[in-house]
């Protein structure tokens, strides 16, 4: 963990410069809302402060915010991000910022599955909307025994 605190350090210090205008996500995999925040009636936001590189893939992902379970999931997420195309005058490794905000929702009768709600504001943020969870739900692909 100190290694990768020493990277994104040094990645702040020699970045300091915006992100290119016009950046594109041409791959986000799908957002998961952890079964153990839904258990637990965990929501808020997270932060996520990512590196990328030259080939699109994010470098290094480092979130803050909410309960760490979110941080953790959306840290996760984060790190599967594809960016590009670039323009022809691009300084790399990209500094920019993705907001998650997690969400859940009591009365949302049109969830037909365990997968959440995801709502994209591309390449800034997004929100994961699912419903909470009764402790002991079995979570998917368990049985009851």
Same mark, same amino acid.
């Given at each position: ?33 952890? &079964?153990? !925040?839904? @258990? =637990? $009636? ?11 590189? %030259? ?15 979110? &941080?953790? !999931?959306? @840290? =996760? $997420? ?11 005058? %691009? ?55």
């Amino acid at each position: 963990m100190r290694v990768l605190s020493l990277f994104v350090s040094l990645l702040l210090c020699s970045c300091n410069h915006r992100r290119p205008d016009g950046l594109q996500v041409i791959n986000l995999p799908q957002p998961d809302y952890p &079964v153990e !925040a839904r @258990e =637990q $009636n965990v929501q808020g936001s997270v932060e996520v402060n990512v590196f990328i590189g %030259t080939d699109g893939k994010v470098i290094a992902a480092v979130g803050k915010g909410t309960q760490p379970t979110l &941080v953790h !999931a959306a @840290e =996760q $997420n984060a790190r599967s991000w594809i960016f590009g195309p670039f323009n022809t005058v %691009t300084q790399f490794p990209i500094n920019h910022t993705i907001m998650y905000r997690y969400e859940l929702c009591d009365h949302c009768k049109f969830m037909i599955s365990d997968s959440p709600i995801i709502r994209t504001y591309l390449p800034d943020s997004l929100d994961i909307i699912s419903q909470p969870l009764a402790s002991g739900y079995p979570a998917a692909g368990k049985e009851n025994r």
